[in-house]
């Protein structure tokens, strides 16, 4: 069967953000006399917005209410993602490929609409996606498929058609129990080091150029990424570019 469609993560699969919600964080608990837990980023990166208020109000005791805390947060981030905030580098001419070659993609990500569209806009890759579907549409994280299944939805897809790119373990999982494939994306913000359930990890987007002299996976430079970037990782295949991928994936069809 052939994989003809892509769904693609927003923060820290396409666009460099993780580094400006560790800021909002501990600037957020510092203000209430509260220290940055250690587990607590990893906790809440999976979930919908108002999960991590709720579950943030839970934890520590807050007296604000689920809506007073996203809003703050929505301002303290709302100028990042309009004016600053960039994709990683060769991320555009890999979503471009794409594109030219007629393969449908969508991004599922758990940041509002208001932050998401600009951003991708700002970036000029927007018009390349059919869908951005956000957790807030389906009311559920990514520790739930249904922000997946929305998107492979609305492109006209079933799950074990589509390939779904995030640098998350718990998302990873969740969309590969669901039935898509999956692949890991390298993030050097975050803290994950363990994608179990992964079909392939992809070591940096900025390998992701078409030069055809860097198509053939080297078991030396896999075993580099492995021993370097992904300690711990029980994925399938370390490949040095985005054509690479391709090549595997027919290989394997």
């Not at 800021?23 to 990166?45: C, F, M």
């Not at 993602?81 to 990500?109: C, D, H, W």
């Not at 970036?123 to 990514?142: P, R």
């Amino acid at each position: 069967m052939d994989f003809r469609y892509f769904i693609f993560d927003l923060d820290g699969t396409l666009l460099d953000s993780m580094g400006i919600w560790d800021e909002i964080d501990v600037k957020y608990l510092a203000k209430r006399g509260i220290e940055l837990p250690a587990d607590y980023q990893q906790a809440v990166t999976p979930m919908e917005t108002y999960e991590i208020a709720e579950y943030s109000i839970r934890r520590f005791g807050l007296s604000d209410t689920p809506e007073e805390l996203v809003a703050e947060w929505r301002e303290m981030a709302g100028d990042a993602y309009r004016n600053t905030l960039q994709i990683f580098p060769f991320v555009k001419e890999t979503v471009s490929l794409l594109y030219r070659k007629g393969i449908p993609m969508a991004v599922a990500t758990s940041s509002d609409h208001s932050f998401a569209e600009p951003a991708l806009e700002r970036n000029g890759i927007l018009s390349m996606f059919q869908a951005v579907v956000t957790a807030a549409d389906v009311g559920k994280g990514k520790k739930s498929p249904e922000i997946y299944y929305r998107a492979a939805e609305l492109l006209g897809a079933k799950p074990e058609e589509v390939w779904v790119v995030e640098d998350i373990p718990e998302a990873i999982e969740t969309a590969a129990n669901a039935g898509f494939r999956t692949m890991a994306v390298f993030d050097p913000e975050s803290r994950h080091s363990a994608y179990s359930e992964s079909d392939i990890s992809i070591a940096e987007w900025q390998h992701a150029g078409m030069d055809p002299d860097k198509w053939t996976v080297h078991k030396e430079e896999q075993q580099r990424i492995k021993e370097e970037k992904w300690a711990g990782s029980k994925a399938d295949l370390f490949v040095s570019s985005f054509e690479d991928i391709w090549k595997l994936i027919d290989e394997r069809e």
